[in-house]
Each structure stands twice: as C-alpha cells, then as structure tokens.
C-alpha cells in the first residue's frame, strides 16, 4: 500500500509538472498570437494611413499644378493687351492703373478668380501700375522680391508660391513690343481660395512659410507662427493650432506624416519658381473625411491635373499665342466659356459677343477652320 502511495504522488507531482509546463506554454503561444495580432493590426493601420497619405498629397499636388497653370495662361493672356502696352509706352501710369482695375474687377465678377490682384512693372522692376490701389508708382520692389533677379537675367515668363510682402501665387510674364522689352506684368493671388477649394475636399491647409522671409514679408509679421513657420493663409482652422504646437514634428519631417486624435497630417515641402524650399504645407484630414478617402477609389482624382508637361506647353505657346484672333486676350476669353461654371459662363458670353462682332467674315472663318483642325476626330474607319 505504501509503495502504491508513493508511486501513486511521483506519478501526480510529475503529472503536475507537465501540466504547469502546458500551462506556460499555452499562456505564451496565446501572449505571442496576441502581440502577434496587435503587431498586424498596427501594420495595417499604418498601411492604409500610407495609403490615405499618398492618394491626398498626390491630389494635392495636382491641385498645386492646376492653381500655377491657370495663373500663367490667365497672365499670358493679359500681357498680349494692345491697351496696356500703349500705356506703358507712353509711360501713362493713371491708365495703366485704369486698364488694370478694369481687368480685374471684371474677372473677380465674371470668374472663380474673387483674389485677384494684377500688377505692371518697368524693365528695373519699378512699379509703373496695379490694379488695386494708386500712389505706388515707381516704387521699387526687387529689394524684397528675391525671385526677380533670375527672371531678369532669363527674361521668360514663370510662375510659383513667392515670398514678397505677402506670400502668394505669382505669375510674372514679359511684356514686349516686338523685340523690344516694355516691362512685366505680374498676376497674383492669395492662397487663402486654393485653402478653401481644399476644404470642400475635407482638407484643411496650413501654408507655412518659413519665417527667415520674415524680413521682406513685412504684413506678415502679425501673423500666427509654428515651429519657426509663418501660418500664411489667414482662413486656416483655429481649432487645430493649439494641437499643431504639440506634434511630434521631428517623427513628422522624418517619414511624412503622422497620426494623432483621429487625424492624419501629411507634410509636403514649398517650392518656389526656382525650385527653392521657402517652407512647407501642411494638411490636416480628420474623422469622417478620413474614412471617406479610406473607401474611395484611389485612382479617381479630386482635382483637374495638370503635370510639368502641362506647364511647358503653356509656357511653349508664348512663342505662337493667338493664332488666328487678333489677340491672345480675345483667344483666352473664348477658350476659357466651355470651362466656366454655368453661372460665370453666362455673364461672360455677353463679353465675347461683344468681341467677336467687331471680327471682319475672314477673320471668323479662319477661326472656325483653325478649331476645327484641332478637333480630335472620333469614329470607324468604312
């Protein structure tokens, strides 16, 4: 009885053994699975925030393209008016300023285009006129307008975010007369439109402009500043400045982006025309907009896209820029009605009647001809 005792306990102790042994080993497949799980998960999550991440900025930087492109053609247009260039040879500022205010309160009326400022300058970068305000003629600007000196030397039109008193759109193209070099004319606008396109996309933009401009920038200087950035659009949500202070911004320049109370910043450096970083911008997308882009197909584009070739075609047309109209002003406002919103569109046919009347038979013929050898022909070949 003893001896079964004893063998009976060994048997029990031993049994016990394996079974804490089992124990352990199970508790540690099922710690593994789980930091396994939580592992994956946090993958995937950072997967799809790459994702999200990578289809906004590549929207975002299609819309940057587009702003540039408009903008150009827009100025490229203008500088080919007969008006304007017989006011600055002349050197009749008062028109030159009537020329241009007419300009541009008609497009903030008649266009998308509500920012708009236009302005002329002398061949030494002196103003000679602007749209919005008189009593600054013959003021010099290259002091502060660090981009101009390139376009001197180069003399051929261009287009970026510049720092100037303001941070801004600029498109600044060269006005001739024949060979001869009458001045520039400079198109601008604020950023704050571009801020609030994205906005209906659910994308909340912070311009940052890097505060060593700070210098030139001078009606900046009042403005609200992040980690050594100046916030340059003045539509940006208050209700994330408090929390921009508290990013990890160092994690964030590193790798991009990141992600912080249900909203994912992405970062994308700011270039200007010669390909200078000037600062950055910074986009915040949050709750449901987040989720939304989640779902959505990633190959749709919420923006009209326009590439570099785009660009250089633009530019390109300077060479030939108004076929058969009289003027590159009258090509652009006829081509620009089929892109209009049904609204603008409206108001500005009114306009390119008016202009088309005064076109001699020949004149609408050729024309007609012209863009009809453009069209892209469609169909079956019998």
Do not use: C
């Not at 900025?57 to 260039?85: C, H, P, T, W």
């Not at 040879?89 to 236009?118: C, P, W």
């Not at 009593?135 to 051929?156: S, T, V, Y």
């Amino acid at each position: 009885m003893k001896m079964y005792l004893k063998e009976y306990i060994k048997k029990y102790r031993l049994d016990s053994r394996y079974t804490r042994v089992s124990l352990y080993i199970v508790f540690a497949i099922l710690v593994l699975l789980f930091v396994s799980v939580v592992f994956f998960v946090k993958q995937d999550r950072q997967a799809r925030l790459m994702n999200i991440g990578d289809h906004v900025i590549q929207n975002f930087r299609s819309g940057l393209d587009y702003e540039m492109v408009d903008l150009l053609s827009f100025s490229m247009a203008l500088s080919e008016d007969g008006d304007l260039k017989n006011a600055l040879n002349a050197d009749d500022e008062s028109k030159g300023h009537e020329i241009l205010n007419h300009i541009s309160e008609r497009f903030k009326k008649y266009t998308h285009l509500k920012s708009l400022r236009v302005q002329v300058l002398t061949p030494d970068f002196y103003i000679f006129a602007r749209s919005w305000n008189e009593g600054f003629e013959g003021m010099p600007i290259w002091w502060f307008r660090n981009d101009l000196a390139k376009l001197n030397q180069q003399n051929e039109p261009k287009v970026g975010m510049e720092t100037g008193r303001l941070l801004t759109f600029k498109a600044t193209i060269p006005i001739r007369s024949g060979e001869k070099l009458l001045g520039y004319l400079e198109v601008i606008k604020l950023i704050d439109e571009f801020a609030l396109k994205l906005r209906k996309k659910g994308i909340e933009l912070f311009a940052l402009m890097d505060d060593k401009y700070l210098k030139q920038a001078s009606l900046m200087r009042d403005f609200p500043q992040v980690h050594d950035y100046v916030i340059s659009n003045q539509n940006y949500n208050q209700q994330y400045l408090d929390k921009l202070e508290l990013l990890d911004w160092e994690n964030l320049m590193a790798q991009g982006y990141i992600y912080e109370d249900d909203t994912l910043y992405l970062y994308e450096p700011m270039i200007n025309g010669e390909g200078k970083k000037i600062g950055l911008y910074l986009l915040a997308v949050s709750g449901d907009d987040l989720k939304r882009y989640e779902r959505e197909d990633q190959e749709d584009s919420f923006f009209t896209q326009f590439s570099d070739e785009d660009i250089k075609k633009v530019v390109e047309a300077w060479d030939t820029p108004h076929g058969s109209f009289r003027n590159r002003h009258d090509k652009e406002l006829v081509a620009l009605l089929p892109k209009l919103r049904k609204e603008d569109k409206r108001k500005l046919e009114m306009e390119a009647k008016r202009i088309l009347q005064s076109y001699s038979k020949s004149e609408l013929i050729d024309i007609i001809l012209e863009n009809r050898h453009k069209e892209r022909k469609t169909g079956e070949i019998r």
